[in-house]
């Protein structure tokens, strides 16, 4: 299950840089470029089988303590910046949890296995009237 905003909160620390890109004077003063960290194993909100489904689906995206790191600087404001990785960190969470359901084979039913043979012996039928007669 996906903890709420505040709790999220509480488990993750911001860092806070200079960003490049657009802003002109703006860019080279104000600390607008926002990384959460997020420690999947100290989150108290996830049970054992859910970290480790989240460490192995994440893997590529963890460093070497296990923490997950989500990056924004397409603002301008450190605010929206802060907005834009918690939800980042919610969208990998949901993806990273989210369990396949698991396919249930089934038969072709009779009439779709009866139509397609009927079609072909259509389609037969046309190219058979598409050549010439014999000759005896």
């Known amino acids: 299950m996906i903890p709420v905003k505040e709790d999220i909160l509480k488990a993750v620390t911001f860092k806070t840089s200079r960003s490049g890109g657009k802003g002109g004077q703006n860019v ?38 296990g923490n997950l790191h989500v ?30 359901k698991k396919r249930k084979p089934t038969k072709i039913p009779r009439a779709v296995i009866r139509k397609r043979l009927a079609d072909k012996q259509v389609v037969a039928e046309k190219k058979a009237s598409r050549k010439r007669p014999a000759m005896e």
Request: proline share 1%; no cysteine.
């Open 71 to 100: 990056v924004s600087q397409e603002d301008r404001s450190q605010l929206l910046n802060k907005e834009k990785t918690i939800a980042k960190l919610i969208v990998l969470l949901k993806w990273a949890l989210h369990v396949q």
């Open 28 to 65: 080279n003063k104000v600390s607008s470029k926002v990384e959460l960290i997020f420690n999947i194993a100290e989150a108290p909100f996830f049970n054992e089988d859910e970290k480790t489904l989240l460490s192995q689906r994440l893997a590529g995206r963890l460093d070497q303590e």
